[in-house]
């Protein structure tokens, strides 16, 4: 018993221009798909690490990075006090020096924005 084929090719050897746009979209397709997974794009090199999640736009001026670094100290300095007050012994002579190092932190950080220059 003789096995018929499902799609025997043409005997002709003819594939209509529609087919053809058709059978070049799968190809295109296909060749960008493979691309993106089998050849990745190369890493620039003054971009941060892609697994970074913050990340600082460098158009930012030093003004505002600086007043934003002393609202930061500000925040940490009353979490640490509320912290050290709350707790005994060795353990709030930690969170005080903590405390102390924000603190100085913060003077130097609000000294430094004092004396920024504004472009």
């Known amino acids: 018993m003789?096995?018929?084929?499902?799609n025997p090719p043409d005997a002709d050897g003819h594939v209509s221009r529609a087919q053809s746009a058709r059978n070049k979209k799968i190809d295109?397709?296909?060749t960008r798909a493979l691309d993106f997974y089998l050849?990745?794009?190369?890493?620039?090199?003054t971009?941060?690490?892609p697994n970074t999640i913050f990340r600082i736009d460098p158009e930012v001026d030093s003004e505002c990075l600086?007043?934003?670094?002393?609202e930061n100290l500000a925040s940490a300095n009353a979490m640490i006090s509320d912290l050290a007050f709350d707790l005994d012994g060795s353990r709030?002579?930690?969170a005080l020096g903590i405390l102390q190092v924000i603190e100085v932190s913060e003077l130097l950080a609000n000294r430094v924005l004092d004396i920024v220059e504004v472009r």
């Open 28 to 30: 295109d397709a296909a």
């Open 92 to 94: 709030r002579h930690i």
């Open 39 to 45: 050849k990745p794009k190369p890493k620039n090199e």
């Open 2 to 6: 003789a096995k018929v084929t499902p």
């Open 66 to 70: 600086l007043a934003n670094l002393s």
């Open 47 to 49: 971009s941060d690490k």
